[in-house]
Nanobody, 121 residues
Framework: QVQLVESGGELVQAGGSLRLSCAASGLTRYAMAWFRQAPGKEREFVAAISWSALGKLYADSVKGRFTISRDNAKNTGYLEMNNLKPEDTAVYYC????????????????WGQGTQVTVSS
């Protein structure tokens, strides 16, 4: 059974940092991605990483501020978020795919329940 469990979301002031984690089980050799959804908005792509970690993709809105990484020995992915802005406020979802890394959410078959990130101004 595939399971993805996110953690690390919390309330933080603008300019602050957070690290989200995504613990995966039941999968091997998968791409991992982070998406987010703010209230009243559609879900949007944030970042993705291939199994080897050689392939990484970022949304323009987070380039230079967010870093995606993974530790395959721990079956865990991470999203390091720096210089957070109020517009980063959203529920952040971890997703995994047995296919290639992609910005398209439809390519990800497995999703976590999400973790709330709130950035105050």
């Amino acid at each position: 059974q595939v399971q993805l469990v996110e953690s690390g979301g919390e309330l933080v002031q603008a300019g602050g940092s957070l690290r989200l984690s995504c613990a995966a089980s039941g999968l091997t050799r998968y791409a991992m991605a982070w998406f987010r959804q703010a209230p009243g908005k559609e879900r949007e792509f944030v970042a993705a990483i291939s199994w080897s970690a050689l392939g990484k993709l970022y949304a323009d809105s987070v380039k230079g501020r967010f870093t995606i990484s993974r530790d395959n020995a721990k079956n865990t992915g991470y999203l390091e978020m720096n210089n957070l802005k109020p517009e980063d406020t959203a529920v952040y979802y971890c997703a995994s795919s047995l296919s290639v890394v992609s910005t398209n959410g439809a390519r990800y078959a497995y999703w976590g329940q999400g973790t709330q990130v709130t950035v105050s101004s």
